[in-house]
């Protein structure tokens, strides 16, 4: 598969900024690079399964330093690591701590708080280690998912497409600072974004990664926003289409756009630490939710894959903690101790 250096369009995609770019040739989609084994040893910290309190329906799960998160009927939920419930705040509303649709939630791992973007109130919301809220940003524009980095900026993602890929936000008074430029020119199309579902984090490391739930594109940007490294994932699916829809509301057809219902999932969720960036991987397994494929932080290189002892839908990491959440047949919050070769 092809690589190169300085792949550049300056017909505005782009915005001739240099772009280190892995495996992207014209063959690339037919392409499919065998998976091996990644020598990582998994043990089991705890899991805890619903009950009638807490893991009624958990999303967004973040691994920290002595407590695990998780965003479930609109409260925030902490767990010890050894499964034990440690509190629970928020509820729904939109008064301060409250929330509406908390769309994604991370650490930010400068001062160990967390960061909840509630598109339903829209605003972010920074929450301490003990989950009192610290201060808010009302968000300027529509967003989708939020990561705050190691000099007090913040980047995010569009919601509702627009051809834009990456917004960067003043720490201190949440203006919006500048665009990073798209890397791939799927974004050509307006509506590719929402339609790919763009999975945003920050590393511990500086580096930001990128990845698609329906797209195999992985992207990570060096501490600084530098030059981005891009590469399809090893087996990758195709990009998704939107397709145009014709809806009625308050007695007038109204149209929109929504995903292809032939797209392809590629990825479920990902997570990172200072060297590896996981996919938790869908596309053509045979068992999805299990794979985890791992790739190098700082050149996007495959190292191998791990197989999950059994199928989940999110994943955190901290350090050598692996946090996931799995969503059927019963909610569950698993979590694993990682000894890395």
């Keep these: 598969m092809a690589s190169g250096q300085g792949w550049v369009w300056c017909g505005g995609i782009l915005a001739c900024a240099s772009v280190a770019v892995v495996g992207l040739g014209n063959e690339s989609a037919a392409q499919r690079e065998p998976r091996r084994p990644y020598p990582a040893r998994l043990t089991v910290l705890f899991s805890r399964v619903s009950d009638d309190r807490v893991l009624v329906f958990p ?14 009927e609109q409260q925030v939920v902490a767990f010890d690591y050894a499964g034990a419930l440690r509190w629970r705040v928020g509820r729904a509303g939109a008064g301060p701590g409250e929330h509406r649709t908390v769309s994604h939630q ?9 960061w909840q973007y509630d598109l339903g109130n829209g ?35 569009p919601g509702g497409g627009g051809g834009t890929f990456l917004h960067l936000f003043d720490g201190t008074t949440g203006a919006e600072v500048r665009q990073v430029p798209p890397p791939v020119p799927e974004y050509r199309d307006p509506q590719f974004s929402d339609a790919a579902s763009t999975k945003l984090l920050a590393c511990p490391s500086g580096h930001v990664a990128v990845a698609y739930a329906y797209a195999s594109y992985l992207i990570v940007l060096p501490p600084g926003l530098g030059p981005p490294v891009v590469r399809e994932s090893i087996d990758p699916v195709p ?19 929504r995903r292809a219902p032939d797209s392809k999932l590629a990825s479920r969720s990902i997570a990172c630490d200072r060297e590896r960036l996981l996919v938790l991987y869908e596309g053509t397994t045979g068992d999805p939710g299990r794979v ?7 050149d996007l290189a495959y190292l191998g894959s791990i197989r999950l002892p059994e199928s989940v839908n999110f994943l955190s990491m901290h350090g050598d903690r ?20």
């Design 292 to 298: 985890v494929d791992v790739y190098r932080l700082s």
């Design 59 to 72: 999303h967004h799960p973040v691994a920290a330093d002595s407590l695990v998160y998780v965003y479930d």
């Design 322 to 341: 692996l946090v996931a959440i799995r969503l059927d047949p019963v909610p569950a919050l698993l979590a694993w101790r990682v000894t890395w070769p």
């Design 123 to 157: 605003r972010i919301q920074v929450r301490a280690a003990d989950g009192q809220l610290r201060r808010t940003y009302p968000a300027p524009r529509t967003l989708f998912k939020v990561a705050p980095l190691a000099d007090g900026r913040f980047v995010a993602t």
């Design 239 to 257: 990009p998704p289409r939107s397709v145009e829809i014709s809806f009625r509301e308050g007695g007038r057809t109204l149209t929109g756009h």
């Design 106 to 114: 991370v650490l930010d791992h400068r001062t160990g708080d967390l």
